[in-house]
């Protein structure tokens, strides 16, 4: 699923932001293609396993509050992290930090999959409809089956492990950003 995940950056993400990254190994797999990876999360121990890896730049923060400046980042990653947030409440930051025109991808896990208690499993229709309704711009989603070896997409949300979803900063979310940080 990594090297998968890495295969769907674009050269345009050159600085990115990891919220959630946990013990760091997707990350250390970004740093490797000499991206410049800030790895965040709640959790300490998680961030050390993630240094461990060889994500240099680990910040321990709340997605609710990022302590980053505004347009610091070319793409916002939720690497099946999602799930442990409402969307409207980290959502305006990551439009902040994004830079103009910024990406931010998504791996979630779909209504049908088991996960742990606190994780809040949402359909595809309900991811893209609070992206846009926070003003993003869904560029592409896809309903995935991961294997040993392999991803495969399928088109039945009932059969998935994983959702992927890439949305854009939108040029009207821009100028929201904008109106706020002059007030």
């Not at 919220?19 to 998680?46: A, H, N, P, W, Y």
């Not at 939720?78 to 930051?93: D, H, N, Q, T």
């Not at 009207?172 to 007030?183: E, F, I, K, P, Y």
Request: proline fraction near 3%.
């Amino acid at each position: 699923m990594r090297r998968w995940l890495v295969s769907q950056l674009s050269a345009r993400h050159k600085k990115i932001l990891s919220i959630g990254c946990g013990s760091g190994e997707l990350e250390s797999d970004v740093v490797k293609l000499g991206r410049q990876v800030t790895g965040m999360d709640i959790c300490f121990e998680m961030l050390q396993l993630a240094r461990k890896r060889g994500v240099k730049a680990v910040v321990q923060a709340d997605a609710q509050m990022l302590p980053f400046a505004s347009s610091s980042f070319d793409l916002v990653m939720f690497p099946e992290s999602i799930g442990y947030f409402e969307l409207k409440e980290v959502l305006p930051g990551v439009a902040r930090v994004l830079k103009p025109r910024g990406d931010m991808l998504m791996t979630a896990y779909p209504t049908n999959f088991a996960s742990d208690r606190i994780y809040k499993n949402r359909s595809v229709e309900q991811l893209t409809r609070e992206l846009r309704e926070m003003g993003f711009q869904v560029a592409d989603q896809k309903l995935l089956i991961v294997k040993r070896n392999s991803i495969k997409q399928i088109f039945a949300e009932d059969r998935a492990q994983i959702i992927y979803i890439l949305a854009r900063k939108s040029t009207l979310l821009q100028a929201q950003v904008n109106g706020r940080q002059s007030d």
